[in-house]
Every structure is written in C-alpha cells, then in structure tokens.
C-alpha cells in the first residue's frame, strides 16, 4: 500500500467516525442504542424526529460542505499553481452570498422556506457568466484571477450596500448571522436542494487529476502531453461554482477549509493534485464535521457559528504554515 492511499483510508476512516459523532452528539443527551434505533428503525417518535430531522440533515451537510471545499481549494491551487488559491478566488462565494442576502432583505427568504438557498444558486450562477464575460473563453490563470477579484469586489460592495440601506434591523440581523456560516437548523429539504449540485461539481473537479498533473510541468508541456486547457479551465469554473455555490447555499459562508485543508495535505500524499483532490475533499468533510461537533460543544447555549470557529483556527494554523515557509527559505 502506497502512501498516499494509506493517508486516505485513514482520512476516511476519520470522516467515517466523525460522521457517526456528528449524529450521536448533541443538547438533548440521547443514548447510543436509542439514537441508532430511531434512525435505522423509525421507532420512538420524539427521537426518531431529532434524530432523522435535525442530526441527520446536519451531519449530511458538514459531509458535502466540508468535502466541496476541500476539493475546490486543491483543484484550483493546483490550476492556478498558487498555495493561496481557495474556493472564493474565482467569486462564487461572494456572489451565492449576495444573492442569499437579497433574499433575506427582501422578505423571500420568510415567504419561501426554499427562496434563499436558490437565490444563492442564482447567484453562483451570475458569477459564471460574469467571469465568461470578462476573462473570456480563453483566458488565462491571470485573467481569471483578476476576474475574480473583480466579481468578489463587486458582490462584496452589492452586499455591504444592502446592509448599509437596510431599514430592518431584524433583517440586518438575519443577514449577519446567516454570512457567518451554520449548519444549525437545517433540514432534509436543503440536503435534496443542495446536493445534486455539490455531488455535480465535485464529480467534474475529480476528473481534473490528469490535466493538473500534467500542469505542474507548465502550460506548454500540458498541451504537448494533450491537455486541452480551456476545457480544464472551463471544467473548474463550471465544477466550482456548482460545488461552492450550493454550499454557501445551504450552510453560508465557511471559510479557510479550502485553504488550509490542501497545505496540511499536500505533504502527506505528494505534490500531485491527482492524490491530492480525493485527500482534499476527505480532509475538508473531517474539519467541517469536527468543526460543527465542537461547536455543540464548547457553547451550546450561545449558537456559536460554524465559519467563526473555522476562521478561529484556521487563521492561527495558516500563518503557522506560513511561519514555517519563511524559516525553510531562510
């Protein structure tokens, strides 16, 4: 057994055992035996709905949401050839957010239960046509960089208007915690929403191991060995904004898993982005269902968000990555 397989059966091991935690853990201090029976069974009808309506939308969730980042951050490290790459570069994020704020402000968020997850998926959308506009078909790691930038900009300046001119604190409020990113309240109902297009888009980016390997010796030793660029480029933007998009969809915004996730991974299973996109996408599912597990935690009372926890340590452990880059050049 190589390496890199070892590390990711370990990875799935880990995803294994922490899904399993993310069903068991929780305020209402049900048993293992009486918690396992009402999800398999149906039996006993007050655990049966904690277990079925709100642990198991939950745990599904931080599974998808943590593997589509992960993913997204290598396939785009690896296409970009920049460790600071990760999944809001290209602006999906900023834009599924904008759009999940209109929502909210403008009241169809409370007179459709489903209008902001798909206000968000709007939004994701709009961010591809935008970046087909400005980088264009043909663009290059560049021109998709700065049309990223640019889209991020502008979502962030749409959203902060919103805010700005808001009349309802309520909704001001609303918009503030939902930015922050959860996994709290969420049902079946956002789990058939927002999977089809996460499975979607991290079964496009899985397809690009061969290319972005082949990348790493350069654009011009890709295309001698038959790698059609603007198809892998086009296939990252169209599997991101799937994948990311249906994620800030249904959880909000997350971040630093897509970041982090492929730096602590990447020494482990190799420089190739074919070993380390599965490795990623296992990686990122085990730090966002550790991240909600411990959420419940540390302050169940006070709904700790999700993406503030993430940020909380991701942020110190990336400038230790960092820290430990500038000493090895040194």
């Known amino acids: 057994m190589t390496r890199g397989r070892g590390i990711t059966l370990a990875l799935g091991g880990l995803v294994m055992g922490l899904f399993l935690a993310s069903l068991l853990i929780g305020p209402a201090g049900l048993g293992l035996r009486d918690s396992l029976r009402a999800l398999v069974t149906g039996q006993g009808e007050a655990v049966v709905l904690i277990m079925r309506e709100i642990r198991l939308p939950r745990a599904v969730l931080g599974l998808l949401v943590g593997a589509v980042l992960g993913l997204s951050g290598a396939a785009l490290q690896g296409f970009l050839r920049n460790p600071l790459a990760e999944p809001g570069l290209i602006g999906v994020s900023s834009t599924a957010a904008l759009g999940a704020v209109l929502a909210l402000q403008t009241g169809l968020a409370a007179a459709f239960a489903l209008a902001l997850?798909?206000?968000?998926?709007?939004?994701?959308?709009?961010?591809?046509?935008?970046?087909?506009?400005?980088?264009?078909?043909?663009?290059?790691?560049?021109?998709?960089?700065?049309?990223?930038?640019?889209?991020?900009?502008?979502?962030?300046?749409?959203?902060?208007?919103?805010?700005?001119?808001?009349?309802?604190?309520?909704?001001?409020?609303?918009?503030?915690?939902?930015?922050?990113?959860?996994?709290?309240?969420?049902?079946?109902?956002?789990?058939?929403?927002?999977?089809?297009?996460?499975l979607a888009g991290m079964a496009l980016l899985l397809t690009l191991g061969r290319?972005?390997?082949?990348?790493?010796?350069?654009?011009?030793?890709?295309?001698?060995?038959?790698?059609?660029?603007?198809?892998?480029?086009?296939?990252?933007?169209?599997?991101?904004?799937?994948?990311?998009?249906?994620?800030?969809?249904?959880?909000?915004?997350?971040?630093?898993?897509?970041?982090?996730?492929?730096?602590?991974?990447?020494?482990?299973?190799?420089?190739?982005?074919?070993r380390l996109l599965p490795a990623s996408a296992l990686g990122g599912a085990a730090m966002v269902l550790a991240a909600d597990v411990a959420v419940r935690l540390i302050a169940p009372e006070q709904d700790l968000k999700l993406g503030v926890l993430t940020a909380l340590v991701g942020a110190p452990f990336f400038l230790h990555l960092i820290w430990r880059m500038r000493k090895v050049e040194a």
């Open 211 to 274: 290319g972005l390997d082949a990348l790493t010796l350069g654009e011009d030793a890709a295309q001698a060995m038959g790698v059609r660029l603007t198809r892998l480029r086009w296939v990252l933007i169209l599997g991101t904004a799937l994948a990311v998009g249906a994620s800030v969809a249904v959880a909000g915004a997350v971040g630093f898993v897509g970041l982090v996730v492929p730096h602590v991974l990447r020494p482990l299973v190799g420089a190739m982005p074919s």
């Open 117 to 198: 997850p798909l206000a968000a998926l709007a939004g994701a959308g709009v961010s591809v046509l935008l970046i087909l506009a400005l980088a264009g078909p043909r663009g290059g790691a560049l021109a998709l960089i700065l049309a990223g930038i640019a889209i991020s900009a502008l979502a962030g300046a749409g959203t902060s208007l919103v805010l700005n001119l808001s009349a309802n604190p309520f909704a001001v409020t609303e918009i503030v915690y939902w930015m922050m990113g959860s996994l709290a309240d969420r049902s079946m109902l956002h789990v058939w929403l927002g999977a089809p297009f996460m």
